[in-house]
């Protein structure tokens, strides 16, 4: 009862910071689940072939992995963390902007590498940043930022669905046509008109390039317009912290008797909150991680626990990452032949099931053991892909399926973090190998995917 009275307390002492928090969070969901319904129209607009566009999901996961690394620059002071979360806000409203105006794949790809370093540096900072405030008691705090990412990211597929294109511009033979004509320009020279980049020609089958992606343009206007109060809110916040150049330095504010009496708790018997920044166990950039002092006198087990736990996160992140970007194109292509606007909801359904698999996952977290929710989780995985195999030309069963292996994988990340941490009695650095090892398999399965997939 004590700690609800003073979780309770430090939540309305830091109302405005959390929910500033939880909203940047909602811009990093919005940016991830985009690219998988509008795959096929942005195929359209940069004239590129699959495997080519698979490069768009590269830059954007490496770069998100380089962002969560140089994220850890900005935490030191609240000033810059405030300062590095309104500029990766407001450069996914910029992103969204920009893309329809993106004819060539490169472009594209650069600005989603954008994207993915101002998706890095929110991931690190905001997590930090609650981390801070709440310290032993931000489990909960993080369970419900998660939520949120899971909200921007079925929120993003619901806004496209309407203008997506209803035929596919950008058929099997064009696109290997396209792909030979590219390579032949390389060859013959441009003095050759057959052998033209397909960036100066229009080839049979496709639509002139000024009207590539038209309408699907709107939905990455209206998506850029829904973010802007973001870095609004993180703007106010700045503000009202007195963090602006325009505003005098805050006076501190007092306290009510009730929150002044849980300000003076002496702290518990080694509470990780009286520890300093410094030694924050399991919080520690990956650069900070990597020290040679840190593996003086380890076991090997130490070793083990992070490497299977980060090959675990690895798969799981990676099959997420992959089927959301992927599932709409499959589901289009032969031998489902599903409709272009049905088969824009299966990435809404499938992070729809994430969110609500993460909602669940917060009351039950409290109840049953993060090994057992672990092992849920994986074998829901495995038995959802297998269905899916065996029934691979059923619409239905795509649908079932899609719900089924969104809701298995929603909470593994927090229950294997918290597993790891609990076996570690939080030494070590399994947030950072954990973080690493899930962004590494986002990036390396949906290139694979893509590469091995000839449209």
């Known amino acids: 009862m004590g700690c609800d009275v003073r979780v309770s307390g430090l939540l309305r002492r830091n109302l405005q910071p959390t929910l500033t928090y939880w909203s940047v969070f909602f811009s990093f969901g919005l940016c991830i689940a985009f690219l998988g319904p509008t795959l096929l129209d942005l195929r359209c607009q940069t004239r590129s072939s699959l495997p080519e566009i698979s490069w768009v999901f590269f830059s954007q996961q490496f770069c998100l992995l380089l962002g ?75 369970q419900v930022l998660h939520f949120f990412v899971g909200f921007g990211a079925l929120l993003s597929p619901l806004i496209a669905d309407p203008f997506l294109s209803e035929a596919n ?55 850029a317009l829904i973010n802007l109060p973001v870095p ?27 929150e002044l009496t849980l300000e003076t708790q002496p702290p518990e018997k080694e509470d990780a909150s009286s520890l300093s920044p410094k030694f924050q166990p399991g919080h520690e950039d990956l650069f900070s991680c990597c020290q040679r002092k840190n593996f003086r006198g380890v076991p090997s087990s130490f070793f083990a626990i992070h490497i299977t736990a980060a090959l675990v996160l690895f798969m799981t992140d990676g099959l997420t990452g992959a089927y959301s970007a992927f599932v709409y194109s499959y589901a289009v292509e032969k031998p ?4 272009h606007k049905v088969a824009g909801y299966l990435p809404s359904l499938f992070w729809g099931f994430i969110t609500l698999g993460r909602l669940i996952s917060i009351p039950v977290s409290s109840r049953v053991k993060p090994a057992t929710m672990v ?52 030494r070590g650095c399994a947030t950072t190998v954990l973080v690493t090892g899930a962004g590494i398999g986002e990036m390396v399965l949906q290139m694979l995917v893509g590469s091995v997939w000839r449209a």
């Not at 950008?170 to 696109?175: C, D, E, F, G, R």
């Not at 489902?336 to 409709?339: E, K, N, P, Q």
């Open 336 to 339: 489902l032949s599903v409709g």
């Open 375 to 426: 092992f849920i989780n994986v074998v829901g995985v495995v038995a959802t892909y297998l269905v899916l195999l065996v029934f691979s030309h059923n619409v239905v069963f795509l649908f079932v399926g899609t719900a089924s292996l969104g809701l298995s994988l929603s909470s593994t990340f927090p229950s294997m973090l918290a597993y790891t941490e609990d076996v570690l009695q939080y």
């Open 68 to 142: 969560s690394a140089l994220g850890g620059v900005f935490k030191r002071t609240l000033a810059q963390s405030l300062w590095a979360l309104f500029t990766s806000s407001l450069a996914i409203s910029l992103v969204f902007a920009t893309i329809p105006f993106c004819r060539d794949v490169e472009v594209l790809a650069s600005v989603m590498a954008l994207a993915g370093l101002a998706m890095g540096c929110i991931d690190t900072v905001a997590n930090m940043q609650l981390v801070r405030i709440y310290q032993k008691d931000s489990a909960v705090f993080l």
């Open 169 to 223: 511009c950008l058929p099997a033979n064009n696109t290997a046509n396209a792909t030979s004509v590219f390579h032949a320009s390389r060859v013959l020279g441009r003095q050759h008109p057959e052998a033209q980049p397909r960036s100066n020609r229009t080839l049979p089958g496709l639509p002139s390039q000024d009207g590539a992606g038209t309408r699907v343009s709107y939905a990455f206007w209206i998506m």
């Open 232 to 258: 609004l809110a993180v703007l106010h916040l700045l503000s009202k912290e007195r963090l602006l150049a325009c505003c005098p330095q805050r006076r501190p504010l007092l306290l009510s008797a009730d």
